[in-house]
């Protein structure tokens, strides 16, 4: 099944504590991108790949790396989570980046900082 | 900036009912428009684009048409069922100022609740 996977589903962490979210697609897509859904904020992006090794900042980066060292993996890493990342974290990819193409998301990460 | 603007909700309707949920949006270039639907506990799932004007998007009973020259693509539906209880939200995609990246950007959106 075309899917895109993430880990864990939900997470509670504390302050200052690293923590990893994976993400992991497998439909060879180019294009992966982290979004976080918080509300009366609606989706915002943090970051996004348009291949392997090419990694840029969407419009919410601060406080969040990624990295992408194979096409179908995508990891959201937190080195020093804080409380206002607590969050419901969405992977999505696409076949391309171009216009027409849509995401595909996952399924979601509940995250909360104490 | 790009952006959308979705009506507000909750939108509660019978069983049956005719839906419509209103959305515009402000954009540089020339968008690509996209309806999601996101069921409880669950994450976005694309329920139709668009990606030229006049386009007509449909899927599931669900219809929208992109209108540029109202710079609109409202959703539709002849007949909700209870399962259509969802959030619904708007989306558009173009590529920013250098090219290098093709987000979406979404409305806030709009929580669909159809009583039986």
């Known amino acids: 099944e075309a899917q895109v996977t993430q880990n864990p589903r939900y997470l509670i962490t504390v302050t200052g504590k690293k923590l990893t979210v994976t993400c992991s697609q497998n439909?060879?897509?180019?294009?992966m991108s982290w979004y976080r859904q918080d509300p009366g904020l609606g989706l915002r992006q943090i970051y996004y790949?348009?291949?392997?090794?090419?990694?840029d900042k969407g419009d919410v980066p601060e406080g969040y790396k990624v990295s992408r060292k194979e096409k179908r993996n995508f990891p959201l890493i937190l080195e020093s989570p804080s409380p206002n990342q607590t969050s419901l974290y969405f992977c999505?990819?696409?076949?391309?980046?171009?216009?027409?193409?849509?995401?595909?998301f996952g399924s979601g990460t509940r995250l909360t900082v104490v | 900036g790009d952006s959308v603007t979705q009506m507000e909700g909750p939108v509660t309707l019978s069983e049956e009912a005719f839906l419509t949920i209103n959305c515009t949006y402000t954009?540089?270039?020339?968008?690509?428009l996209f309806w999601y639907v996101q069921y409880p506990g669950e994450g976005l799932q694309l329920l139709l684009k668009?990606?030229?004007?006049?386009d007509k998007g449909s899927n599931k009973g669900f219809e929208a048409t992109y209108r540029k020259e109202t710079t609109s693509f409202h959703l539709e539906k002849g007949s909700v069922q209870v399962s259509d209880s969802a959030v619904y939200f708007c989306?558009?995609?173009?590529?920013?100022?250098?090219?290098?990246?093709?987000?979406?950007?979404f409305g806030k959106g709009t929580l669909l609740t159809v009583n039986p």
């Open positions: 668009a990606t030229k004007a006049d």
């Open positions: 954009a540089t270039g020339y968008p690509s």
């Open positions: 790949s348009m291949n392997v090794e090419v990694t």
């Open positions: 439909m060879n897509h180019e294009y």
């Open positions: 989306a558009l995609k173009v590529a920013n100022s250098g090219g290098s990246n093709y987000k979406l950007t």
């Open positions: 999505a990819s696409s076949l391309l980046a171009g216009e027409v193409y849509g995401y595909t």
